[in-house]
């Protein structure tokens, strides 16, 4: 009998939900559709039930969260770009894939769903940081869709009293993000060129920064918002990030010395729907989850740069 379901347990963060919930000994259900998750990513998992399908199907729904007491809801099609070229496909596997996964969880008798939210919900709105009172001010059809998740969450609480937390994520990265694809996160681009000696490219000026939040930090941040009290969270969205930013100027400064990368760097045009910046205020998170980030961007570079490191010589 699963207690957990981790919807995109062969994606990145979906897998180290998964791997931190049995590395407590927990009974854990993951689930993906490989649209972006990877086999590979399974490895190590193997105390996890593992079911293969799409959340579009409201029938996998109701197979998944049969048994299930919390869900974190982790699967997307994320990727600003990715949505720019084709916001239909972001919104089935974000938005009907979500309205899907909660009717099937409030029919199973789950109990609570931790959703994973975007920053990109608060757009390109010129104050800094961040904070969850600001009016959503969405650009890209990924942000909407986003957004929609957080808003279904919360009606969910609200009509059906179904427990919802959503985590705003701020710019996630870590070991386990994919690094091959073009739609992937800058710093898991960035990991892999450089370690391989080929020159990134920054689209912009590259003065552009982001509230980069190692992977550990949102592992976390989950596992309290599974455990915080009801009436301390449920209904409730808050950001999790570190409370700082770096500029990709800066960030390929420090990978430069953590890679050993010596070559230089492409600009070319910004990309459509970019925010310029990105910064969190994370005073909510530590107010009603007592979340702190434990590990620094620096620390959390260090780290994926040799798991980069590992991966290419398995590879
Ligand atoms: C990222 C996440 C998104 C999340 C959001 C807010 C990914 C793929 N996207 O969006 O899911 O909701 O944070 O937390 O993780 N860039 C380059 N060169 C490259 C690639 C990117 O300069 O080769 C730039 C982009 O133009 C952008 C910045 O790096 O200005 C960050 O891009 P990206 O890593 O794709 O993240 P976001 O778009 O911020």
Not at 112 to 139: C, F, Q, W
Request: with cysteine; proline share 4%; net charge neutral.
């Amino acid at each position: 009998m699963a207690r957990y379901l981790v919807t995109g347990a062969a994606g990145f963060i979906g897998r180290s939900i998964a791997a931190a919930l049995l590395a407590r000994g927990e009974t854990v259900r993951g689930l993906d559709s490989f649209i972006t998750g990877k086999r590979e990513n399974l490895s190590g998992l193997e105390a996890m039930e593992f079911v293969e399908g799409d959340l579009a199907d409201p029938a996998v729904c109701s197979e998944a969260c049969k048994d299930v007491e919390i869900v974190f809801h982790e699967a997307a099609l994320a990727s600003v770009p990715r949505s720019v070229a084709d916001p239909v496909a972001t919104n089935r596997n974000c938005v009907d894939a979500t309205l899907n996964l909660l009717v099937a969880a409030r029919e199973a008798g789950v109990h609570r769903v931790v959703y994973a939210g975007s920053s990109s919900a608060y757009g390109d709105t010129p104050t800094l940081p961040k904070h969850e009172g600001m009016t959503p001010n969405p650009i890209s059809p990924y942000a909407v869709a986003k957004l929609a998740g957080e808003h279904y969450m919360r009606s969910f609480m609200r009509v059906y009293g179904l427990e919802t937390v959503v985590l705003r994520y701020f710019n996630v990265f870590g070991p386990y993000q994919d690094p091959t694809s073009y739609y992937s996160g800058v710093l898991a681009l960035f990991c892999r060129k450089m370690l391989a000696g080929e020159q990134p490219t920054i689209f912009g000026d590259g003065e552009q920064s982001r509230d980069f939040t190692y992977i550990e930090n949102v592992v976390n941040g989950n596992l309290l918002a599974a455990a915080a009290p009801a009436e301390k969270v449920s209904g409730r969205m808050m950001n999790l990030a570190t409370g700082s930013r770096s500029t990709l100027n800066q960030t390929f400064a420090i990978l430069s010395e953590l890679t050993g990368y010596s070559g230089g760097l492409a600009y070319a045009a910004p990309r459509t729907g970019d925010i310029r910046d990105s910064l969190a205020d994370i005073g909510l998170a530590k107010e009603l989850l007592g979340y702190k980030p434990a590990v620094s961007f620096r620390d959390g570079l260090r780290r994926t740069v040799e798991w980069h490191k590992k991966r290419e010589a398995v590879a």
